[in-house]
């Protein structure tokens, strides 16, 4: 046996052993597009939200006011529209790109546990929002999002790429200080699920898509 | 240089062996069809070669029913992921002595 064969064989072992524990058909440009989504989402709150103001609070930092049900539903109608779209584009770009590697995605386990270990934390977020709205306390909605949102993603990182944590910490983080700052939940939700997505995105698509498979040594 | 190319153990040296042992250590329990997904294996293929792993006991197999359609589930037995893992260091062993 040569030192090259043994290599090889170790190489190939660490493979299979990723490959069949992780779900690694997940794109760069799919969060590129979320994170867009989400600006897009941000900008018609605000505009739609401050309409009766002057040209001039544009240089102002944004701030949300809800005083009517019309207001609430419409936020809450923009918020779940970006979070559809959202869906729609990841499953729609992962099952394209698992499809390539001849993955069957509605039968893997690994693709079961990623989706388990996600979303169990963002539907008991998702929940509470829901309640803290349903009891008009609208103060916290947006750090609440973002920090199960960080949970969820340091969660699933251990049946994905394991780099996808650290946007998890980051968005954990942006929620504990929303949470201090009474004001401003815009810009927060915004920058969190907008900005960090873009660059998470395009930090994952060029260093870690990109180096998927390396020349064996 | 002999006595650590004993840890090497015969039945893994086939690749497909390797890769069924490999993909079962580190999950609970992988059924036929992602096991064949997994290492571009054919049916008769996997099956030749699992069937000798389980004499071996170094995997047992699970025959059930989902609906009409047979499905067959394997896992790792405790034998196996001693063997295994000693295979494992005797391969990086190996290397070790080597790069020295």
Redesign the interface.
């Known amino acids: ?1 040569k ?1 090259k064969e ?2 090889d ?2 190489h ?2 660490k493979e ?2 990723e ?3 992780k779900f690694m058909s997940i794109s760069g440009v799919s969060a590129v597009l979320v994170g867009i989504y989400a600006c897009i989402g941000t900008g018609l709150a605000y505009f739609i939200l401050n309409e009766q103001n002057s040209f001039d609070t544009l240089c102002n930092i944004p701030l949300l006011n809800i005083n009517t049900t019309y207001q609430l539903a419409l936020i809450c109608l923009i918020a779940l529209g970006v979070l559809t779209l959202s869906l729609f584009t990841t499953f729609t770009m992962s099952y394209q790109k698992a499809k390539k590697g ?3 995605i509605f ?3 690994s693709v079961h546990r990623l989706l388990w270990n996600f979303f169990l934390p963002l539907l008991a977020g998702g929940i509470l929002c829901f309640s803290l709205i349903w009891q008009q306390h609208y103060g916290l909605t947006s750090s609440i999002m973002l920090i199960f949102y960080g949970l969820s993603l340091v969660n699933c990182s251990k049946y994905t790429y394991s780099d996808i944590r650290y946007l998890g910490y980051a968005e954990i983080l942006l929620g504990l200080v929303d949470s201090f700052v009474i004001t401003h939940a815009l810009l927060f939700w915004g920058i969190g699920f907008g900005l960090l997505h873009i660059a998470a995105g395009i930090y994952f698509y060029y260093k870690v898509e990109h180096k998927q498979y390396p020349a064996r040594p | 240089m002999k006595e650590y ?1 004993e840890n ?1 153990n015969k039945a893994f040296e086939s ?1 497909a062996r ?2 069924i042992m ?2 079962l ?3 609970e329990s ?1 059924d036929f ?2 096991l064949k ?3 571009d294996l054919t049916d008769g293929n996997l099956a030749s070669h699992t069937r000798s792993l389980e004499e071996l006991g170094y995997i047992q197999c699970q025959k059930q029913f989902i609906g009409r359609r047979p499905n067959t589930t394997f896992s790792i037995t405790q034998k196996g992921r001693e063997a295994f893992t000693k295979h ?1 260091n005797a ?2 062993e ?2 070790r002595k ?2 020295i």
Do not use: C, P, W
């Open positions: 046996m030192n043994a290599l064989t170790l190939d072992i299979l052993m490959k069949s524990t001849y993955r069957n039968k893997d386990k | 190319l090497i690749k390797l890769g490999s993909i250590i580190v999950n992988v069809v992602t997904n997994l290492l494992l391969l990086e190996f290397l080597q790069n």
